[in-house]
């Protein structure tokens, strides 16, 4: 007690006039202490003790409240008739506002005392991934770096330049990026370079990383200005850049939520503004890349360009349609009405947007009769004539068809097979046997089943 009253007296002989960002309350004056131990910053998870101190001039205390993001406090601990105690233990929350109230005897509602922030966090991580580059065309040094996780209060970060024992010193403008006139450096000079972090609860210090000047220059960063594809073709794309002289371009592209795909040395065009893509995927999205790398200095490259997006062409479909079929009547000429189901091909062998299905059938080698069904068609039904033993179907693009898919018609039909129990598999499946077939004399045995979700 005697140490809190000892600490008490140094500070309140001084109104304290407090802006209160996070409150929402700015010019605030207070007319007491609001204490907070340790201090109103702390380590996040931290207990904190908040002590309130009425210093209201005919103010006998009846009742104080202690507010926590506007919510009252139960369990307060008075220290004596004009101090209460709010214990706060394990702290998860970066910022939070107290504020405490009293009810004076014989006055009508409460008076503000004071009101106060405090702040959880963390000592800042050490920097990573220190990197320094100025372009050609450039008259600074950009140094970046990566600070790690958050801290959740102000941290501020020097990066420091040492050559021959004079010091250097820049704070960066904006987090993790610091841009620095190159009229402070000799180009040939070499510098040991680190990041140092701090704040109210720890610091820490980067690797030192080593250069000159001269060696972190590198090219400007080049665009991609074309994408063209030879003969319409998947197969061969020519990107075009603005080249700058003496570079090589490298090369990275990729499909949507794919990882990147980097063009071989080899492939790489030191000569040319142009640069050739072999092994595209047919009708795909594309995210294309470059950058630009002085020849045999494949540390000193450029950034790499903003994306050019590009659709390759389409290829004619690559897979058969999965085909099945239901027999109907048979009429008094031998004809036969049939009913043809097909399921819709998946993009990776589409290759391309479907025009339709294109549905025929032969007799005696000659094409008798076709019908183009509609792209969001899956089913047409035919009468074919007496004898057509098969009937066929393709899928159709704008580059060509699928191979035909081939559906039998003159052989007989198996009976439906019976389902004997649906039971569940796990989590994202069922499990669903059926009763085997009996085999019919001249009829082959049962190759597979087919199942359809109605």
Known sequence: METFSRRLAVVIVVTVLLYWKSGGCSGLVCRGILWVEPTPV?????????????????????KFSVYLNNNPQPSL????????????????????????????????????????????????????NLTCVSKWKS?????????????????????????????????????????????????????????????????????????????VVIPDTPTITNITFVNSSHKKAVLQWNKSEQLCAEVRYRATVTDWNMVEEKETSCENSTFELRGLKPFTQYEFQI??????????????????????????PCRRVDVWRIMGPTHGNGSQTVTILWKPLAPKYSR???????????????QLHSHVCQ????????????????????????????????????????????????????????????????????ISPLVHSRVAQA
């Open 139 to 215: 008259n600074k040094i950009n140094c970046t770096w990566k600070k790690g996780k958050d801290t959740y209060i102000n941290t501020s970060y020097i990066v420091e330049f040492q050559s021959s024992g004079r010091i250097q010193m820049f704070s960066p403008q904006m987090e993790g990026y610091v841009p620095i006139p190159l009229s402070h450096f000799e180009m040939d000079a070499e510098y040991n370079v680190s990041v140092h972090a701090k704040n109210h609860l720890g610091q820490s210090q980067s690797a030192v990383i080593q250069l000159t000047i001269n060696d």
């Open 352 to 366: 391309g947007i479907i025009l339709g299905y294109k549905v025929f059938y032969r007799e005696y080698g000659k």
């Open 375 to 442: 792209p969001k068609d899956t089913q047409y039904q035919i009468t074919l004539p007496k004898h057509t033993k098969t009937l066929y179907i393709t899928a159709l693009n704008s580059k060509g068809s699928s191979e035909a898919a081939q559906v039998s018609i003159g052989q007989k039909e198996f009976p439906p097979p019976i389902i004997t129990k649906l039971t569940s598999a796990d989590s994202s499946g069922i499990s669903l046997p059926w009763k085997p077939l009996s085999q019919t004399k001249g």
């Open 77 to 128: 601990h008075h220290l004596n008739h004009s101090a209460v105690e709010l214990q706060l233990h394990h702290v998860t929350i970066p910022h939070s506002s107290i504020r405490c109230h009293v009810k004076c005897k014989g006055q009508r509602g409460q008076q503000m005392v004071c009101g106060k922030d405090i702040k959880g966090g963390y000592p800042p991580d050490k920097p990573t």
């Open 291 to 316: 950058r630009g790398c002085k020849p045999n200095k494949k540390l000193r490259c450029s950034d790499w360009s903003p994306s050019f997006l590009e659709r390759t062409p389409e290829a004619e």
């Open 42 to 62: 702390f380590s996040m998870g931290s207990s904190v003790s908040v002590i309130c101190t009425s210093s209201i001039e005919n103010c006998h205390p009846e």
